[in-house]
């Protein structure tokens, strides 16, 4: 029987840790994105006004329409990305579990906005588990609008066992 | 509503109303649609089963994240701020579950000026099962 591995950290992520990907960038945040996401989210009742409704927007205090805090201005690339196969029969430290997620919120996402977003991975700590020799490892997202003010920055839990 | 709730008028200790849905393939097919998220997990009850779902295709943990952020910003109005929301996803979305998101203060915070209200937050679904344990953090006008 193979021996048990002692740590799952790879070199891969002692040479990638705090180490920021290039900036990728939004194609122009468009209304009908908003109002599409906003019906979506919201199905089956009416979304709220600051959603779709320009006039009621102009009344607040952030003068027009934002989009709701969930909104992806990333979806829909193009060219496609690859699709993700999960590895069969995985081995011990192969297997993985989305260890959720935690967003500090900036400024709002409006009409028009290119949004920019860069990830890192930024800490990991391991310990022995349920589910055996298991690493938590965590990556931020930092998304910030077209004036450079943050958006958004999103730690991810990766659990990997 | 812009302002619907102030600083001074919560308490540690209570919860706040709640946002309910029953979802099924017309909430995640439209999520799907505007999230790009077509995934057969999502779709088809043969695949959610291969995934050793044994009900079949299930709902997306985003969508339950945008429930939770309706939640709050129904409570707190329009022009209110959501500062902070964590989450983890521990229980699977079935079809025509309904989920419940609820949330209940455990912290007011006054530091640099704001008005910081912290909740525990959660999605339950129609068995009391807690889906997605998590927090948030909502800045409230003050009347002050």
């Not at chain 2, 339950?64 to 129904?74: D, G, I």
Request: charged residues 25%; glycine residues 8%; hydrophobic residues 35%.
């Amino acid at each position: 029987m193979a021996d048990e591995p002692t740590t799952l950290v790879t070199q891969e992520m002692l040479d990638s840790r705090d180490v920021w990907s290039e900036k990728v960038y939004s194609r122009p945040v468009e209304l009908n994105d908003i109002i599409k996401w906003a019906i979506a989210v919201y199905w089956p009742e009416e979304p709220p006004r600051i959603y779709w409704d320009e006039e009621y927007a102009k009344t607040t205090r952030y003068g027009g329409i934002i989009a709701p805090q969930d909104f992806n201005p990333f979806a829909w690339p193009v060219p496609r990305p690859p699709a993700r196969e999960l590895p069969k029969d995985a081995g011990v430290g192969e297997r993985v579990m989305n260890g959720g997620q935690t967003d500090t919120f900036g400024v709002p996402m409006r009409p028009g906005d290119v949004i920019s977003q860069s990830s890192a991975l930024v800490d990991w700590n391991e310990r022995v588990g349920r589910l055996g020799l298991t690493i938590f490892s965590y990556t931020e997202n930092r998304w910030e609008n077209q004036n450079g003010e943050l958006v958004k920055s999103r730690i991810s839990v990766g659990v990997r066992y | 509503m812009a302002e619907n709730v102030y600083f001074e008028d919560v308490n540690v200790g209570d919860d706040i109303p709640s946002f309910t849905r029953q979802t099924d393939l017309m909430h995640w097919n439209r999520y799907a649609a505007v999230n790009d998220e077509f995934v057969y997990i999502h779709m088809d009850d043969e695949a959610g089963r291969a995934a050793a779902n044994e009900p079949g295709a299930f709902g997306m943990g985003n969508l339950r994240w945008a429930y939770l952020l309706n939640m709050l910003r129904e409570w707190v109005g329009d022009e209110v701020d959501v500062r902070e929301l964590g989450v983890q996803f521990r229980a699977i979305n079935q079809k025509n579950d309904v989920l419940t998101c609820v949330g209940t203060i455990t912290e007011k915070i006054e530091e640099n000026g704001d008005h910081l209200v912290r909740l525990d937050t959660n999605v339950i679904n129609q068995d009391g099962v807690a889906t997605c344990p998590g927090h948030a953090v909502v800045a409230l006008p003050s009347r002050g």
